[in-house]
């Protein structure tokens, strides 16, 4: 049995994929020539009862068919699809199954086998892909970081663009920022963030529901917050908790100031 795992440590960010527009995953040995993914069609999940927050959402093949839209998630560590998507590709379920581990809990998944995942020119031959029973937004699924590895991950939500191309380890173009990030179990991108002044670790999820933060973080929020409501977090298992909610509070990132 495998494990999904989608890490809540200290903080997810939903919202800082509006402007860590340049990412770099660190590449694997002997990476191919570059190429480029630019999908013409929009990429933003539309906005539901469940999902408000527009995530970006990429046009993908399976064994040929599609395109299928898969939310771009930097917080799983494999690609996932719907129940109605794997019985439209007529893809044979493994015998195996996944632990699919998410912020409010955890369930046990079947996994697929495609025989070829195409995202624009980006081609992947037989992936083991969890089937989960839904995805926020009406997407068909998510494209984890399996498929990202040794890519740079380009986002314009201006131009309503994405692009996925081979990192060369170039130097950042002019308006860009620079974050230092941590590389956790592989795939999860850590950095040093301040929330209200307090120093803490986050994750870049663009994946998530909501920004949310641990008990800790509540507790030294709560002493410089008087503004609070409760909240439902749903998370990829489908189970729900209540949690605090806050009046968001500057966040800075580096030299970036979120307010």
Do not use: C
């Amino acid at each position: 049995m495998h494990a999904i795992r989608a890490y809540p440590l200290v903080l997810t960010f939903a919202s800082l994929a509006a402007f860590a527009r340049g990412t770099d995953i660190p590449p694997q040995p002997s990476a191919p020539e570059e190429v480029v993914v630019a999908a013409p069609e929009p990429r933003y999940v539309a906005p539901t009862s469940r999902d408000r927050v527009g995530r970006v959402w990429a046009p993908v093949y399976l064994n040929g068919q599609g395109p299928f839209r898969l939310v771009l998630d930097t917080g799983a560590n494999r690609s996932a699809i719907t129940q109605p998507v794997a019985t439209r590709i007529g893809a044979p379920i493994l015998p195996n199954t996944a632990k699919l581990l998410g912020v409010t809990g955890s369930s046990i998944v079947p996994i697929i086998e495609v025989d070829s995942m195409e995202v624009g020119d980006l081609w992947f031959d037989r992936r083991q892909v969890a089937i989960v029973n839904d995805v926020f937004g009406g997407a068909d699924g998510v494209l984890g970081a399996d498929g990202l590895s040794g890519k740079r991950v380009f986002i314009d939500f201006m131009e309503d663009e994405i692009t996925i191309k081979h990192s060369r380890k170039r130097l950042r173009p002019r308006g860009f920022a620079r974050v230092p990030v941590e590389l956790r179990h592989g795939h999860l991108l850590m950095f040093d963030v301040r929330v209200a002044g307090v120093r803490t670790k986050a994750m870049l999820d663009t994946g998530a529901q909501v920004t949310i933060g641990n008990e800790s973080l509540r507790e030294a929020l709560a002493r410089k917050s008087r503004r609070r409501s409760t909240n439902s977090i749903m998370g990829v298992t489908l189970d729900v908790q209540e949690g605090e909610a806050f009046e968001a509070p500057p966040v800075s990132i580096g030299d970036i100031t979120i307010s």
